[in-house]
């Protein structure tokens, strides 16, 4: 099952209804990526556990953007979508990028990163550790979204343009079952 | 974030604290690549008290993992818990990685092999 898990394109996917999400705005600042995240993320609920992982997988998004689709140009700013529940945790960010041009090539990377990982040959994993093109540089790790990808399981969908991604992730529903236990 | 060096025996314990983050994963390996001119060949990693981390610190235990193994000199990566285990995790790199689960199976593992 996990590894027939892919990104797609898909603009008309219902990720992308925008309808009751919150809107916020943010210039490519990397310095402040931490820091846009965090004004995301305040408005999930406490209910939701893990809220530093769903921190870090936000802002893997909002660097992408910044980085990656705006090159970090002041001029340039990054649109962020977003709702969240007890039960779910939803995200669209747009840049004003070109868009991520190699999207298949990073789907076959994942496909063969993950045949390596079930057969537990790290040796041969070694090769796919940190997906990188002529666009990346030193400080790119290149994993990201390889963490993404299983964190976001109602799927990551991009535009046409590929310049905006819509995510969603749903958490187990708590059960409010009797766990008194009753002795007589 | 905080980096601390400290001995045993010839094992090399490096205790990072706080974040490991785009910010400061480069530091960490700024300081084992040092570690490596000074030919050290027994490491530990301690993650006990770092709280959070992202795909650049991913990344950077990634690469100090690669640059090690290149040199055959050892790293065991430790007390990896909580948001950073469920990053590892999720990145699909628990089993690549050497992953000890305490400082002292850490160093009992090293001492194998010394």
């Known amino acids: 099952m996990s590894d027939e898990k892919k990104i797609i394109v898909d603009e008309h996917n219902k990720l992308f209804d925008k309808r009751g999400m919150f809107h916020k705005r943010f210039v490519s600042d990397f310095r402040q990526i931490r820091y846009f995240t965090l004004l995301v993320v305040q408005k999930a609920p406490p209910e939701i556990k893990e809220i530093n992982l769903l921190e870090q997988q936000i802002s893997e998004i909002i660097k992408n953007a910044i980085k990656h689709g705006n090159h970090s140009d002041p001029k340039k700013h990054i649109d962020v979508w977003f709702s969240f529940s007890e039960t779910h945790a939803r995200l669209i960010v747009q840049d004003e990028g070109e868009g991520f041009e190699y999207l298949d090539q990073w789907n076959e990377f994942n496909r063969k990163r993950n045949e390596c990982f079930k057969k537990k040959n790290f040796e041969e994993m070694a090769k796919y550790v940190s997906f990188i093109t002529d666009k990346s540089d030193e400080n790119d790790s290149g994993n990201a979204l390889f963490a993404a990808l299983e964190y976001w399981n109602g799927g990551i969908v991009f535009n046409n343009k590929k310049n905006a991604v819509a995510l969603a992730k749903y958490f187990p529903k708590k059960r409010y079952g009797l766990e008194i236990s009753v002795s007589s | ?114």
């Open chain 2, 1 to 114: 974030m905080e980096i601390k060096l400290r001995r045993y025996s010839s094992i090399y314990i490096v205790d990072i604290s706080g974040e490991m983050d785009m910010y400061n994963a480069g530091d960490v390996k700024k300081v084992i690549n040092v570690m490596i001119r000074k030919n050290i060949q027994y490491y530990i990693i301690n993650l006990e008290y770092v709280g959070y981390i992202d795909s650049s610190g991913i990344g950077a235990l990634i690469y100090i993992h690669s640059q090690l193994k290149k040199r055959n000199m050892v790293l065991r990566i430790v007390n990896v818990k909580g948001t950073v285990k469920k990053v590892i995790e999720l990145t699909k790199i628990t089993g690549y990685l050497q992953i000890a689960q305490s400082l002292e199976d850490g160093i009992a593992q090293i001492k194998e092999l010394l």
